[in-house]
């Protein structure tokens, strides 16, 4: 089994070695060599450089965030503390519709939800190959697929956005797609549920997914509805996904307010049927709030809502909106206006519904975090660990092997990162090593950025970037582009490992 060099830079022995394929562990050695995994299995004969000793903790290909709005805290905040910490060693970013690039600043003001991820238009970029660039020249700790947003596309090709793209414009976004992907995008994600794009009708989008086909790219969908509306929403994905035959994923799956709970049996069935005719796979954090803009159309399902930034009122920051509105003396809706530009939580989701998601057979496991918000969801801080220590560990709702899977083989194939989220020798060395008894996240609604607990090591591409509790300031990370990922979406049964 062993096949590694006679010398390594790492060896870490007698561990439990998760392959990321979902198969049961095993225990045994990997070595590290350069930007590789050199070998794993019995590596009595390997000396490494560095020997640790792996006993009590298991090692896994570095986990894969594959819903993440870190396009701009890659390049301000490049040691990515919030997710290294975690284990994460690749991000994929531009979801929800929302991309710094392809944006010409002349193009207008940031409109909700680009708050979300740029503060002030300088911080776009005009061509996608200028923000992959800014990227390459300013490496960050971690790799990052980037895809382009609809919105983003909506915003430079069109004049105003509360109608569907005509035949001029609906061309214009084709081409800049195009250029975007030629230069190194991933795919296109859409955000259908939000302002700048929720009066783009079904045919703009499969026009403009229909540009990902030949390139071989991926479509990624914040859906149009995720409540009373959200079995036409799947149907709409479904159908952009098969026209434009490209692989679909569906983002955040979930169900939100009350008279809506439970439905995900019902969602998740129809997924499984669209799965037996079409690539489909879909992404999930694992809460029951969920972060966006502070949106009066999304507090109507919430039992509550916790504001995580306000440009009008910054001391609001995790304060309870209905708190802030007994204070002002208004109501909600109202203290929600005057709060103006500002972000929320929204307690909206059913526990049965997000476990449900969680262990569906097609679900990987997407952050979904927000790094720029004062007081953010702790989701930014501690997805993984929680999926690992909560949801595997202490409730038993899937093997830790399973988990695993879900944040590394799985997201591998859907997103075609080659020589990525698996333990083979002369894979790329995107590790982490944690301890499966102790791992757990600590991030909380009232302390949201604590670190979790448990993850020893994280390296990316053979260097160590998260070690004893810290960043190392190593900064190994790379942009990859379209044309280094292979084919896309997993086909059920056949390629997804288990
Ligand atoms: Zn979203
Ligand atoms: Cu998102």
Redesign the pocket.
């Known amino acids: 089994m062993a096949t590694a060099a006679d010398h390594a830079d790492l060896v870490i022995r007698n561990t439990r070695l998760i392959d990321g394929s979902g198969a049961p562990s095993v225990t045994g050695d990997i070595a590290v060599g350069d930007d590789r995994i050199l070998g794993i299995g019995d590596l009595g004969e390997t000396k490494g450089a560095v020997e640790i000793d792996g006993r009590g903790r298991a090692v896994a290909p570095g986990f894969i965030d594959v819903?993440t709005?870190d396009d701009r805290a890659l390049l301000a905040d490049p040691e990515m503390a919030c997710k290294a910490s975690q284990g994460v060693t690749t991000v994929v970013t531009g979801?929800?519709g929302i991309s710094l690039a392809p944006l010409d600043v002349a193009a207008g003001a940031l409109v909700p939800p680009f708050d979300l991820i740029a503060e002030v238009p300088a911080q776009a970029f005009a061509e996608f190959g200028d923000y992959l660039a800014a990227l390459d020249g300013a490496p960050p700790a971690l790799n990052a697929v980037c895809q382009v947003g609809h919105s983003t596309l909506r915003v430079g090709a069109m004049d105003r956005l509360d109608r569907a793209a005509d035949r001029g414009e609906v061309a214009a976004m084709r081409r800049a797609l195009e250029r975007a992907l030629d230069a190194g995008a991933a795919g296109l994600s859409t955000?259908l549920f939000y302002a700048p794009a929720s009066a783009a009708p079904t045919e703009e989008v499969v026009a403009l997914a229909e540009v990902l086909r030949d390139r071989g790219a991926i479509h990624t969908t914040?859906m149009r509805d995720e409540g009373d509306q959200v079995a036409e929403s799947l149907a709409e994905t479904f159908r952009i996904g098969a026209e434009a035959g490209v692989p679909v994923v569906i983002?955040?799956h979930k169900v939100i307010a009350a008279p809506n709970h439970g439905r995900t049996r019902e969602t998740l069935a129809l997924i499984e049927a669209a799965r037996a005719r079409q690539p489909v796979a879909l992404d999930v954090y694992p809460y029951v709030a969920g972060s966006?803009i502070l949106d009066p159309k999304r507090m109507l399902g919430a039992s509550r809502v916790l504001v995580t930034w306000s440009k009008a009122r910054p001391d609001c920051a995790g304060r309870d909106l209905d708190e802030i509105a007994d204070e002002m003396g208004c109501d909600p809706d109202e203290a929600a206006r005057r709060l103006q530009p500002a972000g929320a939580i929204y307690f909206m989701m059913d526990e049965a519904d997000v476990r449900r998601v969680l262990a569906s057979p097609a679900a990987m496991i997407g952050s979904?975090g927000l790094p720029h918000d004062a007081h953010p969801h702790p989701r930014l801080w501690g997805t993984f660990p929680r999926v690992l220590g909560h949801y595997a560990r202490d409730l038993g709702l899937f093997s830790l092997e399973d988990a695993v899977h879900r944040m590394t083989g799985l997201p591998a194939a859907q997103f075609g990162l080659v020589g990525r989220g698996a333990l083979s020798p002369g894979a790329c060395a995107d590790l982490v090593m944690f301890d499966p008894e102790t791992v757990i996240d600590r991030a909380t609604y009232e302390n949201p950025t604590r670190t979790a607990a448990g993850i020893d090591l994280v390296m990316v591409n053979g260097r160590a970037v998260w070690r004893g509790g810290a960043v190392t300031g190593a900064r190994p990370g790379r942009a990859l582009r379209l044309r280094d990922l292979g084919p896309k979406g997993v086909v059920p049964n056949s390629s997804d490992g288990r």
């Open positions: 819903h709005h979801n929800c955000g914040h983002s955040h966006t979904d």
